[in-house]
Structure formats: structure tokens, C-alpha cells
């Protein structure tokens, strides 16, 4: 039920954060390991640590943006490895601006990565799945994807918000097929760029934390039960799941800051 012995597991943003903590969770449990970072030194830092549990790696610093990128990685995939059986659809990043000043550019941008970019991801993973008659994909939105976030965060949340309509769209096309498709929605969790907002903003952690029940910030390894749980067997009749990893923020819905609350912060900034 929990073994990925004989799998194949392709995670993007295996350098570090979430895409690190999950690569290193479905090879401890037994699966090959695909790692796509363009920080490739850092997904090959990532491979070193799997060849050490005796697992097969292939390193690609694939832009996840690029569809064409994406294909080509695949079929190199094809060629080295006898099965895709889990997605773990992770790289990305948005970007912080006040919705009156965010250009369009911008947000094309944003979109091409979050939206187009996780979709294509999906689609070549899931072409192989449903040829193989099998396989689960998880996908990661965020907090953002279902309660506004403010702080400047509006090309971030219109682009993770599509991705759990695009994730209950192939769930509910795929699922009969064996493929299930589930996403993962986490509150903060620290990283190198939410360290430095912590930094520039004193205020900012005291104001994510209100929102967290469990009163402390996530950790990149708060994913490998729930990646585990989602790579294996043990997951068979879940698919099109929403599943908060966020110490008890959306049960609380708390997770935004007004405007008008920042007006009376006077460090805000749209970085924070
Ligand atoms: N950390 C959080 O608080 C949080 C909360 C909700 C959702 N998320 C989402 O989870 C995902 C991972 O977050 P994290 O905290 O691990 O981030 P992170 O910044 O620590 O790591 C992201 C990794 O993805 C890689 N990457 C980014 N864009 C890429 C691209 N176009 N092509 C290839 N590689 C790329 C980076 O090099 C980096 O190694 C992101 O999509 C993020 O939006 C994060």
C-alpha cells in the first residue's frame, strides 16, 4: 500500500522547498526520481542524496514555463525510464505587485508558469498515465487558490485559484481512466523569498501566524506525508482533492490582510 518500489516519480522544483522535500519522500519509499529545477546544481545536490538510497535519477533544469521544453523532457523521460506513475507539480513563483500597477506582461507571465506551464506539465505526465492505466499527479496551488490574500498578491492568486479548477477538470476526466489528480494547497512555508519578506516586513510572520492555528509557519518536509500518501497505492479512490497543508488557516479563513489594515502599516510595500 505505501511501497514505490519499481515507480517513477518526476517532481519539478526538486532544487529545494517543497519539490526537494518531496523528491527525497518518494525515494525513501522507493521510487526513481526525475528532478527538474533550473537551479540544476541544486536538483543535481537533490539526485546525489536519492543515488545514496539506491535509486535511479535523471537531472533536467526544464523551465517549467515552456511547453516545448516540457515535451522534449518527457521524451527524454520516455527513453530512460518504463513508466511515469507520480507528477509532483511544484516549481513556480508568482510575483508581488498592487493590482492598480501589476502590468500585463507580468501577468502573462505569472500565467504562462502557474497555469500553462502546470497544465502542460499534467498533460504530458498524464498522456503516459493513461496509456499505462495508471498513475497520480499532485498538483501545488496554495492558500491562495481559494481565499485572497491581499499584500499584492493578485496575478499569484488569479493564476493558483485556476489551478484547482484545472485539477477537478482532469480528475473528473481522468479518474475512470486510473489517473488521479489531487492538489495540494499549503499556507507559508518558509523559503529563501518569504524569509527575506519576513526580514524586510517585522511584521509580516506575527501576521501569518494569526491566521495559522497551529501558530507556527510550514516546513518544506510538512509535504512528504501527504506527497507520500498521494504517490501511493495507499490514495486509490482519492482523486480531485483540495487538501490544505496549512496548520488549520482555511478552516479558520483567515488568511488575508485588508487594505485598509495595511494603510496603517507603515513598512508595507507591495514586497510584503
Ligand atoms: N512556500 C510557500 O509558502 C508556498 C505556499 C503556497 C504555495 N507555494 C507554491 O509551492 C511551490 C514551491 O514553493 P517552495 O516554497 O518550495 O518554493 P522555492 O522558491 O523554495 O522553490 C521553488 C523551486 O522551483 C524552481 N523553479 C521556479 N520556477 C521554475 C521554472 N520556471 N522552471 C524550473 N524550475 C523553477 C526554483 O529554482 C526553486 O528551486 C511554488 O509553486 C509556490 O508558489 C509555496
Known sequence: MWSLHGKVAVVSGAAQGLGRATALAVAEAGADVVLIDRNEEGAQATAQRIEAFGRKTLVSNCNVSDPQAIEDLFRTIDGQFASIDFLGNIAGDGCLARPEDLSIDDLHRVLQNLVVGRFAMCQQAGRRMLKQGHGSIMNIGSLASSTALGRGHIAYSMAMGAVIQMTRELSTEWAYRGVRVNCVTPAQVVNPSLQARMADDPLLEGR???????????????????????????????????????????????GGTPGHQLERVQSFSPKS
Not at 213 to 236: E, F, K, M, T, V
Open 208 to 254: 501569518f501566524l494569526k491566521g495559522i492555528p497551529a501558530n507556527r509557519l510550514g516546513q518544506p518536509d510538512d509535504i512528504r506525508g501527504i506527497a507520500l500518501l498521494l504517490a501511493a497505492d495507499a490514495s486509490a479512490w482519492i482523486t480531485g482533492a483540495i487538501i490544505p497543508l496549512d496548520g488549520g488557516n482555511m478552516a479558520m479563513n483567515a
